[in-house]
């Protein structure tokens, strides 16, 4: 597995198994047959494509409304300074909890999470110009230019490429 953490792109093979294993609340497998899907998994798991896309989180009081705030809408495009204002603190104080608490700045998380997001709705088979929308950006180039600074490729070469792998 990855040394690292990272976000794994699952192939329909790996999301089968899970949506069985969780249907069935198998949390550890006890049966022969449980146990060989068990190894299924954990092999396709390495073989995954992998990204550097991680997203990371933190239980500080301070930085949780923000957090579950931008995660509920990622379009939102309250400033740092407007989080602080409302957090009643200063925008110093709130950059610096996102850095020493996720090891990120509040910008990049920001980034990331909008990356994350826009791969769930990419893989769902949502168009560019939706995720777009969905995510604040003023255009669609705006959001492909974030996508391919982030990843090195666009959106939508990201998703036909996954296509063709997983046929």
Same mark, same amino acid.
């Given at each position: 597995?990855?040394?690292? @953490?990272?976000?794994?792109? %699952?192939? /329909?093979? &790996?999301?089968?198994?899970? #949506? !069985?294993?969780?249907? +069935? =609340?198998?949390?550890?497998?006890?049966?022969?047959?449980?146990?060989?899907?068990?190894?299924?998994?954990?092999?396709?798991?390495?073989?995954?494509?992998?990204?550097?896309?991680?997203?990371?989180? @933190?239980?500080?009081?301070? %930085?949780? /409304?923000? &957090?579950?705030?931008?995660? #509920? !809408?990622?379009?939102? +495009? =309250?400033?740092?300074?407007?989080?602080?204002?409302?957090?009643?603190?200063?925008?110093?104080?709130?950059?610096?909890?996102?850095?020493?608490?996720?090891?990120?700045?509040?910008?990049?998380?920001?980034?990331?999470?909008?990356?994350?997001?826009?791969?769930?709705?990419l893989e769902d088979?949502?168009?560019?110009?939706?995720?777009?929308?969905?995510?604040?950006?003023?255009?669609?180039?705006?959001?492909?230019?974030?996508?391919?600074?982030?990843?090195?490729?666009?959106?939508?070469?990201?998703?036909?490429?996954?296509?063709?792998?997983?046929?």
């Open positions: 597995m990855p040394e690292t @953490a990272c976000t794994l792109a %699952l192939s /329909p093979l &790996i999301k089968v198994i899970l #949506a !069985d294993f969780a249907g +069935r =609340r198998i949390t550890v497998p006890e049966t022969e047959m449980d146990r060989r899907l068990a190894l299924v998994l954990v092999d396709q798991l390495m073989q995954a494509a992998r990204r550097e896309s991680f997203l990371p989180v @933190a239980d500080d009081d301070l %930085l949780q /409304p923000v &957090i579950d705030a931008l995660q #509920a !809408d990622p379009s939102d +495009r =309250r400033s740092l300074a407007e989080w602080a204002r409302s957090l009643q603190t200063t925008e110093k104080t709130l950059s610096r909890r996102f850095q020493g608490q996720l090891g990120i700045s509040f910008n990049e998380w920001r980034q990331r999470l909008k990356l994350v997001a826009s791969l769930s709705l088979g949502k168009s560019v110009q939706s995720i777009a929308r969905k995510l604040g950006y003023g255009s669609s180039s705006a959001f492909i230019a974030m996508f391919r600074r982030q990843t090195g490729t666009s959106p939508t070469n990201l998703q036909s490429t996954a296509d063709r792998r997983f046929l």
